[in-house]
Each structure stands twice: as structure tokens, then as C-alpha cells.
């Protein structure tokens, strides 16, 4: 066996041998002796004890085989919060901040004041944590199939002090009879052929895709909006980068109006919706 990695250099030197970007190194190293990245840098003789390098090296090997960093850190910021994930969420993206952006610019100035709100599929609560943080007069709500998830973004809730109403379920069946100005989703919809899933592997198959061509839940939720949407209220969708067309065309089909999309920081076609008029 490899000896343990006696100080931070050394734990730094162990992840730059197993391919690991510095950063993730420092961030995994830092977290581990409960400092911050600046106190890191200034600290590369800092002696580790047997525990914590084990800890890192055990971390690294799993860095090393695809674990996304959140995981191991237990954290990924998001809109501005410090969102706790685990294996049962997904890591929430940045990309996903654009359909936020979008959904805030919504309740400022084309909603009522308390508008109703909901995220279906909300994994970690990233997207109606986000929401209700920066919009407080909203009435947000949430669901999940998922158990372990829900567990996730209640406790993300409580810690951030945010009330969310937060809800288990598939799709709209928690949803029987009420009504939303705001309905927002991003539910799974990688194909299930996709070359990058195995790339994602240490995330929820079922966050991530609902197989075939990845439209299916997509679809569900186009055709199920209008029983839950007030008169004027908007549903918005994060898709594939190569799924604006045909979520645009079911949106349409649907009969909702105003169908617009916006781009993701790498400027692939990411969020569409639609308003829905009655
Ligand atoms: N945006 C994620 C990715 O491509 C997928 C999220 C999802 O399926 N909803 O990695």
C-alpha cells in the first residue's frame, strides 16, 4: 500500500498524480481539515493527521473515477445558496440558473404578488429554493417521486429557512385540483441512447433520463400544465440542447401562447415556455 500523504503538499501532489484538477484537490483538502482554500495556500506544510489523509485518499480515488466533487464535499452552491446534495439529487447545474433568471423575471413583473408556484421534480429543491429565496412573497411548493430526494430538499429548506410546501408524487397526481401562475420543471430528459449518460453514472438514472428519445416526461408535463395553470400563468421547461424544437411544437399544439426560449451559459438552447391564456 501507498503511504498516506503527510501534509498538504503531499495529499496535492497525491491528487495532481491521479489526474485531479488543483482546484478540486484544494476544495477536497480544504473541506477535510475544515479551512478555506486561501488558508490552504498559505498552509502547504500543514501536517495531516492519519484520519484525514486517509479521508483524502480514499476521496481521490474517487474523484479520480467520475464522483462528481458536490458529492464528496456534500454541497454545491446554486443561485447564490449552499444547497446540500447526495447520491439520491442530482448536482444541481448552472445551467439551470437560466430557467430561475427566467421564472424570477416572471414573478416581478407578469404575476400577482403571492403567486402559487411550483417545481415538479425538484431533486435537491435547487430551482424552488431559489425561487422562494429571492421572490419571498411567492407560495412555493415541490415535488418529487423520490423519497430520498424529498428528505434532501426538506433538510436544504430548514437550513435555509425557506418555507417550501414539499410534496411526493408522480408528476401532477399531488396536484389533483389546484392551480399555479408559475409551473417549472426540469425533469429528466436525456435520451436514453445518449453517449454522455455513462459519463453521469454517479448521478440518479431517474433525475437524468426517462429513456427512449428523453421527450416522454417532457411531454407529460406540456400536456397536464393547462388543468394547473391559472389564466396568464407560464410554464417553463429545461430540455436537451437539441429538444427546443419539439418542446416548442408540443407547446404550441397544446395551445400555449407567447412560446419563447433562452440559452444556457455555453449558449445551447436550454429553457422554452409558455403562457397559458385559458
Ligand atoms: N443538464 C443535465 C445534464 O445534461 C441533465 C439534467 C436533466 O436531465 N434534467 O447533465
Known amino acids: 500500500m501507498k503511504p498516506l500523504p503527510g501534509d498538504v503538499r503531499a495529499a496535492l501532489q497525491l491528487a ?10 484544494q476544495l477536497l483538502v480544504a473541506a477535510a481539515v475544515q479551512q478555506n482554500r486561501a488558508w490552504l495556500i498559505s498552509h502547504d506544510d500543514a501536517v495531516l493527521s ?5 479521508l483524502l485518499t480514499g476521496q481521490f480515488a474517487q474523484k479520480a473515477a467520475g464522483t462528481p466533487l458536490a458529492y464528496l464535499l456534500g454541497e454545491k452552491e446554486f443561485h447564490g445558496l449552499l444547497l446540500k446534495v447526495t447520491p439520491d439529487t ?15 423575471e416572471i414573478l416581478q413583473t407578469q404575476a400577482p404578488a403571492q403567486a402559487r408556484v411550483v417545481d415538479l421534480g425538484t431533486g435537491s429543491g435547487a430551482i424552488a429554493l ?8 411567492a407560495l412555493v411548493e415541490a415535488l418529487d417521486l423520490s423519497h430520498a430526494a424529498l428528505a434532501v ?9 425557506l418555507v417550501v410546501a414539499f410534496h411526493q408524487g408522480d408528476w401532477w397526481q399531488p396536484l389533483a385540483g389546484q392551480q399555479f401562475d408559475l409551473i417549472v420543471s426540469n425533469p429528466p430528459y436525456i435520451a436514453g441512447e445518449d453517449p454522455h449518460l455513462p459519463a453521469l453514472r454517479h448521478e440518479p438514472i431517474g433525475a437524468l433520463t426517462p429513456g427512449g428519445d428523453g421527450l416522454s416526461d417532457l411531454q407529460a408535463l406540456i400536456e397536464g400544465a393547462p ?5 396568464g400563468g407560464w410554464l417553463l421547461l429545461e430540455h436537451g ?3 427546443a424544437e419539439p418542446v416548442a411544437q408540443a407547446l404550441r399544439q397544446r395551445g400555449f401562447s407567447d412560446l419563447a426560449m433562452r440559452r444556457d451559459l455555453g449558449s445551447q438552447p436550454r429553457v422554452s415556455g409558455g403562457r397559458w391564456l385559458g
Do not use: I, M
Not at 431559489?130 to 412573497?137: D, G, R, T, W
Open 227 to 231: 388543468a394547473h395553470l391559472q389564466p
Open 153 to 161: 430538499a426538506q433538510d436544504n429548506a430548514r437550513r435555509l429557512g
Open 241 to 243: 440542447y437539441d429538444q
Open 90 to 104: 442530482l448536482v444541481p447545474r448552472a445551467d439551470t440558473e437560466t430557467l430561475v433568471d427566467w421564472a424570477l
Open 130 to 137: 431559489a425561487l422562494k429565496a429571492s421572490h419571498p412573497e
Open 16 to 25: 495532481q498524480s491521479l489526474g485531479l484538477d488543483r482546484l478540486d484537490a
Open 50 to 54: 492519519p484520519e484525514v489523509a486517509s
